[in-house]
């Protein structure tokens, strides 16, 4: 992790940020002291993003097995 003084910081954010979206964590430092951190966003998922991965899961579940809501409510109780 590269760290840089808040006055450069400041002079160079555009260029801190554009470096982070690439996937660097920068940390801003104040007096010498790690004070903050610039790192890349999470990237949002798509609706249909979400829905392909609940279809993957749904790929891997055992339809032949029965159970009732109240089943269900106790396992997750576990």
Do not use: C, N, W, Y
Not at 27 to 34: A, M, P, Q, S
Not at 48 to 61: N, T
Request: aromatic content about 4%.
């Amino acid at each position: 992790m590269k760290t840089v003084g808040l006055f450069e910081a400041k002079q160079k954010l555009s260029e801190l940020v554009e470096r982070a979206s690439g996937g660097e964590q920068i940390g801003i430092t104040r007096r010498g002291k790690l004070a903050a951190m610039i790192v890349p966003a999470k990237q949002q998922r798509t609706v249909k993003e979400i829905f392909k991965s609940i279809d993957e899961i749904r790929k891997h579940v055992d339809r032949s097995k029965k159970f009732t809501i109240k089943e269900l409510i106790e396992e997750g109780r576990v």
